[in-house]
């Protein structure tokens, strides 16, 4: 019999600023160092010492330097001196545990090689929220199948010649499990942002973007050409405000009223694990007659109870959210994006958007990882299993998160969220946990400028469905040390609620 999915009791504000003097010193310390990568690039350019950073072509002087000097001593100096903790190679299937390659820096981050040895950690850093990255098992086989039948590529775009049968199935698919009326998917999920908000508003439009949206959207929402106003995190108030008073004044590049105001959010956000408060946009979007866009690169396969989405945990109509956009990346474990909305729109979009236009359509096997895994989350299959990935996903989100809680760290976002931010606030101590924890040979992802600010730098946690409360405890007793040895913890520990663990333990 299916278990019920609960949603948690919502908290508007799920973020607390460090102490006075915490934010300060992450500052002094930020700009010491920024102090010392100028010394050094000093130093270098007048031969007072050597190093292995690249240099210009000397047929370029006197041209316009390609890079911002400010990010060139961060990317040469703190930066590089991190490297270790970022874009490490995995040589395996990204599941709850994957291998990594082993690789060694002589020369302090400037280049790295591989001795082709390897080892197994505890994956923490991976968006699999659903555990269907695997290379095994229905998805897998239905993959293989349509590799035998379609081969692997169109070889154009859909106006060219690649305008295949799996490409209108996935389509198909996507908005059978959104519940609305139409939906296009395309190859890149960083694209379907950046190339179709262009393509619904216009410079005489107004747009309500949230202060921690995605970069794709404030691309999109740049290139588009409006009028933006940004509010602050999840801030329906807030929102409502600069919409008023807006609509108060004539557009700036127009000397007319607003022809649309558009109001963009995440359904979660990644950096956060905030979930949004949908139901307020929602009051706000009919209230002043205003279209509503919803990204769901995160929140689609990883709430509600069938995983269709922040629309779902909320229980909301999907008809009231114009442009449902979500990524096929991270829960249902292949490539691209998707929008989804009315006929009427996604036929706009189909007609005038770049992506529709110069995007492939995405590979066969990819559209029957994607069409497989929903089959599984609506229960198609004849099965209960994606109710048990979705309950799953959802206990091991609350279990881990309430943990660290309990032992006293900082933490940020939603209960019911699988993205679980700790707060170390100091970069030094991200990359020295990052570091001791791939010791314990356990993955995180180290977080820090220009991903946030100077002084809120956070490890972040990706929970899956697929990760075991034993895989989950060993985490957190390596976490509980190397918390102590950084001084990461900025709260009081709080003791363990026993019928919060005997329920738990039950319910596994």
């Not at 989804?340 to 529709?356: L, P, T, Y």
């Not at 609506?378 to 989100?397: F, H, M, P």
């Not at 170390?424 to 040979?441: G, L, P």
Request: overall charge neutral; aromatic content about 10%.
């Amino acid at each position: 019999m299916a278990e019920p999915f609960k949603r948690s009791p919502y908290v508007q504000n799920t973020t607390e600023e460090s102490i006075w003097y915490v934010q300060l010193l992450t500052h002094l310390a930020s700009y010491v160092s920024l102090f010392g990568a100028i010394l050094a690039e000093w130093l270098v350019k007048y031969r007072i010492v050597s190093s292995n950073i690249s240099k210009d072509d000397p047929r370029n002087k006197g041209f316009a330097s390609l890079n911002d000097r400010f990010e060139g001593y961060y990317t040469n100096y703190p930066y590089r001196l991190a490297s270790d903790v970022m874009n490490r190679p995995i040589c395996g299937v990204p599941g709850a545990i994957v291998d990594v390659s082993n690789r060694q820096t002589s020369d302090e981050g400037w280049a790295y090689t591989q001795d082709g040895s390897k080892r197994t950690i505890v994956n923490l850093g991976s968006y699999n929220y659903l555990g269907f990255s695997h290379n095994d098992g229905p998805c897998a086989q239905r993959a293989a199948d349509y590799i035998d039948k379609y081969g692997l590529h169109m070889g154009g775009t859909r106006h060219e010649g690649g305008n295949h049968v799996t490409q209108k199935h996935l389509e198909e698919c996507i908005a059978n499990y959104l519940k609305v009326e139409s939906a296009i998917a395309f190859p890149m999920g960083f694209s379907t942002n950046a190339m179709n908000i262009p393509a619904l508003v216009d410079k005489g439009s107004l747009i309500l973007s949230d202060k921690f949206n995605h970069a794709s959207l404030v691309l999109g929402c740049r290139l588009s050409g409006a009028t933006i106003k940004v509010f602050k995190h999840n801030n329906p108030q807030d929102c409502e405000r600069l919409l008023r008073n807006a609509l108060c004044e004539l557009s700036p590049k127009t000397g007319k009223a607003y022809n649309k105001v558009l109001i963009v959010l995440e359904g979660i956000y990644s950096m956060e694990g905030t979930i949004i408060h949908l139901p307020a946009f929602i009051e706000i979007k009919k209230k002043y007659k205003s279209y509503l866009f919803l990204d769901e690169a995160h929140s689609i396969g990883a709430l509600g109870p069938t995983g269709r989405g922040v629309v779902e945990y909320w229980g909301c109509d999907p008809k009231d959210v114009d442009v449902m956009m979500g990524t096929l990346t991270k829960s249902f474990a292949a490539a691209g994006g998707y929008m989804g909305g009315s006929k009427a729109v996604i036929d706009h979009i189909r007609a005038q958007s770049h992506g529709s236009c110069y995007g492939a359509p995405i590979s066969p096997p990819l559209v029957a990882q994607v069409a497989e895994s929903m089959k599984i989350m609506t229960g198609e299959d004849g099965t209960d299993i994606g109710n048990q990935k979705a309950v799953r996903l959802l206990k091991n989100s609350r279990y881990f998160r309430r943990r660290l809680i309990e032992l006293g760290f900082m933490v940020y976002g939603h209960e019911d969220s699988p993205v679980v931010p700790l707060m170390t606030f100091w970069i030094t101590k991200v990359v020295y946990i990052s570091r001791r924890m791939f010791d314990y040979n356990i993955g995180v992802v180290a977080v820090g400028y220009p991903a946030t600010s100077l002084s809120t730098a956070r490890v972040r946690f990706c929970l899956s469905a697929d990760h075991t409360k034993e895989q989950l405890d060993y985490v957190l007793k390596m976490m509980d040390v190397v918390g102590d040895e950084t001084g990461s913890k900025y709260m009081k520990a709080i003791k363990p609620n026993p019928a919060y663990s005997s329920d738990e333990e039950k319910a596994r």
